[in-house]
């Protein structure tokens, strides 16, 4: 049966349309041009120019700091949301269910509307630390979904074994779950961490003076038009860190799959 | 008797499941015990009650005098193994047995002798290292035997252990369990539904049919006299007559009218009383086919009718045979050479006889127990359906 | 303690961290949008005391059903175009080899790990008038030069497309995976045409993923406000950008949080529709795992 070609040039289409707008980025952030319309010769001049830039250094140091930290509560609040979503199956599973799943779905611009309200009502100052909850939050139904996943195909009885060997919780939990879900909580964990440092509209709603992130730094260089091929540059970076990291990430996996 | 291992009036459901009703045994120490019955009659959830993974409704499980029932798993000198084999796939085949010993604190070296003997037990000596991913299905259920003996448990439950494995490796996997718990001489409580498997291994087994026990005795007692028509059954194939007392003979006989046969003798050991309704289990074996009248014989009934199905297996021939209403079916060993003689075959005339002492009149009959056994068409070429309930 | 107490007791240990922690940050932030639509803003931009019917009122804007409406018909215009596209993509990906496939789920994948900042950067920089893509298409005449790319409706309908069709491609891909092609096989046998078998044997065996993908579209582009505030212009404001607006510039929080009860009501309700539509076919929620 001959096949047809449109899944095959719609499927390279979309390849097409995914990269040119990244590697026109990055093309133009080593192009002397100040619109990048067309190219005036090669210059490492918006490098320069970005590394003399504290601010965006200190919301660096900011998203880092945020990112560490919800990434850390996520992973415990979601492993153990998977856990219990994967082992028992009540009514209040159900209900808890629904409420992982759909922040996930939520537009971002509601939940960081509501954060605020929420924040501003109970009498918290904007900050970091508000940054830190709003983050936990989305992150929550993130991680638990990557490692309900992984739960799908773990074999239970394996802790009925460990308890029938002797194995009390603790020990169960250390000594047997923690060393096989590794992989998925590491997956989760990456995945939080990426969605924690890439956050704009949410940290947006809830940041407050002085705790400016990187995106939210990267939003107001965009808004105010200024210094757009300082931007490029700062961009291509950020591309090239995340695909290090993907790539890393990826030769991980394969290499514990072996 | 020696009161090692009790149930006492346990009864578990789940939700409206019935998973044990009123289940009361006892197990004997260093006896190898089957819990056989089709799935969900709940031979399962008595393990895991046992094991400690469920706990009862109510009633109690005692083991050497103790009440374990509310003892969690790891307070237990009981071992499981699973029928996914359970094994820690993060751990090497040394450390998967030497995960037990190392939670109780053994010392060092004492586990490393242990782990040693174990393996060798096992004959798994060279794969010591090897994560279990690596092992063949029959390797996998040795370590897990391995995993749970070297904890020395005063019993030892396996769950459907013999599932996962083919054909061939299940046979060589029975022997050796046979040979392992002839070796380490503790109590096995072994969870099946296969008769093949329970008949081979058991000193004794109790058969379970909708959380009820339905029967417990030795292999042999269980194929040659079982009191209920699920037993006769479920364990090998048989026929059942519905009959009434007419007439009680001397001895321990009685001589009964099933319906359309001339007048059947029976041997019956509990008290009966003329007028009697009685649920009779022959087993096609016990049968003898020939095409002339055999001669009368005290005890012997004969009756008279039409072959209706042949099978040619080989080793034996199956028949069923037409005598009114009733479709009996007779397994016919070939005890001589076949092609001399001019066989039986299909809607010849036939006498089928029997002995009274091989009929067996059943405590409990029901009417849908009946579909637990082959029927003619679709055993062809299925010998092991029959071959695996030779007592 | 009894086994079965144990297992309540360890159903309670593992769950009230996530639950407790769900209810109070998203839970009670959501029902707190519809109660501060009620209050009176003060001064200082801050809520103030008492409640009031007037923002309510002033929901009535003459300017908001055309902002609701182009909200409305972006995100739908958005999710058809992910739909056709993704669906031949996850077709051929499903297809492939299984090499193959893992190279183009990694490709397919990549953009949605990168900033998403960076990506409407770059979309920005492309349409530019001063950019390439306008430099190119004016140079071989398909465009005047007087034409605008960007800051109008068309360039935001192309950015959502851009930024959400991964998510399209994923479920779909997931649930062509699991479908049995000789299925497709079969009823060219049976004589359907080429097309005919693709619309009515894979897209109907593939429904689960098409639910997912337009949930997983459709939702989160209704509340889109970064992209029409980056590639779009004045006159193509979306309900993300005015709540936005009310919230920073205007500093009238109760205003916001009406505009975003408004669009709480307009999310949920295809939502549960969705769910409905699953539930009633005895299948699972849509799952995102995919995603991942």
Known sequence: MKRSVIPLLTTLFVLVFFYLPIVVLVVNSFNASRFGGTWEGSTLEWYRMLFRETSVWRALRNTLIIAVGATFASVVLGTTAAFALHRYHTRLQRLHYTLIYTPLVVPEILMGMSLLLFFVAAGFELGLFTIFLAHTTFCISYVAMVVLARLQDFDFSIIEAAQDLGAGWWTTAWRVLLPLLAPGLAAGGLLAFTLSIDDFVITFFVSGPGSTTLPVRIYSMIKHSKNMPMINALSAILLVVTFAAVWGSQRLTKESHA | ?391 | MTPARRARWTEALVTTPSLAWLLVFFVVPTVIIFAITFKPVDLYGGIGKGWTLDTLKSLFNPNYPAIVWRTVWLSLATTAVCLILAVPCGYYVARSSDRWRQMLLLLIILPFWTSFLVRVFAWKVLLHPEGPLKHALAAVGLIGPDTLLLYNEKAILLVMVYTFLPFAILPIYAAAEKFDFRLLEAARDLGARPLRAFWSVFVPGIRRGLLTAVLVVFIPALGSYVIPDIVGGPNSEMIGNKIAQRTFSDRNLPHASGLSAFLTLGVLLPLLLVLALQRKKGEEAPSMQEVS
């Open chain 2, 1 to 391: 008797m020696d009161d090692f291992l009790v149930f006492e009036n346990v009864s578990k459901s789940f939700g409206k499941v019935r998973a044990a009703a009123d289940v009361s045994l006892t197990i004997r120490r260093g006896e190898f015990f089957s819990l056989l019955g089709p799935s969900g009659c709940g031979k399962t959830t008595l393990l895991r009650i046992l094991a400690g993974f469920e706990s009862p409704d109510s009633g109690r499980v005692l083991l050497n005098g103790r009440d374990i029932t509310q003892l969690a798993p790891n307070e237990r000198k009981v071992n499981t193994i699973f029928q996914s084999y359970a094994l820690f796939p993060h751990l090497t085949v040394a450390q998967n047995i030497a995960f037990g010993p190392q939670i109780a604190g053994w010392p060092r070296a004492q586990i490393r002798e242990e782990v040693d003997k174990m393996l060798h037990l096992v004959q798994l000596t060279d794969q010591a290292h090897k994560r279990p991913d690596l092992l063949s299905g029959g390797q996998k259920q040795r370590v897990a035997i391995a995993r749970a003996l070297i904890n020395k448990p005063q019993v030892l439950l396996l769950d459907e252990p013999l599932a996962a494995l083919d054909l061939k490796l299940r046979q060589r996997m029975l022997i050796e369990l046979d040979l392992i718990h002839d070796e380490v001489g503790i109590t096995f409580v072994y969870v099946t539904h296969d008769q093949g498997e329970a008949m081979s291994l058991s000193d004794r087994i109790a058969v379970m049919d909708k959380g009820r026990i339905e029967q417990i005795g030795t292999p042999a007692q269980i194929y040659e006299a079982p009191r209920t028509s699920f037993v006769a059954a479920f364990i090998g194939d048989t026929n059942f007559f519905e009959g009434q007392v007419v007439e009680l003979l001397g001895g321990d006989y009685s001589r009964l009218t099933v319906e359309g046969f001339p007048s059947v003798e029976c041997f019956n050991d509990n008290k009966l009383n003329v007028g009697d309704l009685v649920y009779l289990s022959i087993r096609p074996e016990k049968f003898r086919i020939s095409r002339e009248r055999p001669e009368p014989a005290p005890h012997v009934n004969a009756v008279q009718g039409r072959v209706a199905d042949v099978i040619y297996l080989g080793s034996l021939t199956k028949y069923w045979v037409r005598v009114q209403d009733y479709r009996i079916a007779v397994w016919r060993p070939a005890s001589r050479f076949l092609l001399d003689e001019n066989p039986i075959t299909w809607n010849d005339e036939v006498w089928i006889s029997w002995h009274g002492d091989d009929s067996f009149m059943l405590e409990r009959y029901s009417e849908s127990d009946e579909k637990l056994m082959e029927a003619p068409p679709e055993q062809v070429g299925d010998p092991n359906g029959h071959g695996a309930a030779k007592p």
